[in-house]
């Protein structure tokens, strides 16, 4: 357990936002982090969960105590003649074990290749894409209670997740909190952080091809069935060609949820847009392209004061500015709250962010 005073979170947020940490706990270790839940001092505080700060959107100092989860390693746990469960610490790049994966000749990942962010952040978001969500590969998760400093594990019911929702981003009713240890199934954000995430690879692995880019793909290279190290390879080619490195160009990734609707609704808009991206769920609902319905309403590489939209996805608000003279979260938050309206004056529908916004 390492604490830092005053550090400056600008590389530590992928967006480029500039502000501070009053506090900030390197852990590296479960054991760590019991140290610091220990400590009368700091366990005390409000604490602020951040691992690779991919998807929150800082609009000034951080006054909580900030975790600066760096939990690491992958590793196998079990095989079985059904598949892999494997186990990653909270602080690895989830690129990293998506690539560790099929190297070890572990398919099932490789549509959620170059997501950014961290393993531990994975279960929070409920991270997808390409027609694969964690939850389909998900086994299980390792956490810790804030208020008694214990370990519980959490299942896929447990964490109760969503379309880029779990259980760790709502908060609990007020009698939850009474008491010790966590009731399972209630709002665990801000009382409790993940240490440790589990996954179930399958061997009768089947290729998701589902969405038109990946499919685009198989016919251009003209494949009939595509490897998962080629799904991989056709993944990290889409992203980079759509989405800004945020290495180069500060962003949060996709900054709004693709929207659902029913097939009423749907047919509604589609009587008055008729190119409207779209995509039945299993549920019957309609998920709707939320970077189509912003790209209509004419934001496609526009600025307002350092705060953009990129220019190759409506999805994606950029940093405009410089690190000398970065974008600031207030100016990212003005422009996304533009741009929900705009989306809501032309389709009745209302956009919800996606990153943290703190």
Known sequence: MLVEKNVPLQSYNSFGIAARAHTLVRVRSAQGLHALLADQRLGAQPLFVLGGGSNIVLTGDVKPVVLKMEIPGMRLLEETERGWLIEAGAGERWHDLVAWTLQQGWPGLENLALIPGTVGAAPVQNIGAYGVEL?????????VDFASGQPFTLDAAQCAFGYRDSVFK???PL?????????????????AVITHVRLWLRKDWRPELGYLDLERKRQEEGVAAPTAQQI????????RAKLPDPALIGNAGSFFKNPTVTPEQCQDIIAREP??????????SIKLAAGWLIDACGWKGKTVGRAGVYDKQALVLVNRGTPEDSVTGGEVMTLAKAIQTSVYERFGIRLEPEPVVL
């Open 135 to 143: 939850q389909d590969r998900f086994h299980s998760l390792v956490a």
């Open 170 to 172: 709502h908060a609990a």
């Open 175 to 191: 009698a939850a909190h009474e008491g010790s240890g966590l009731p399972r199934g209630m709002g665990l954000a801000g009382r």
């Open 232 to 239: 991989f390879d056709w993944v990290c080619a889409i992203r």
């Open 275 to 284: 190119k409207i991206v779209h995509y039945p769920l299993a549920d019957g």
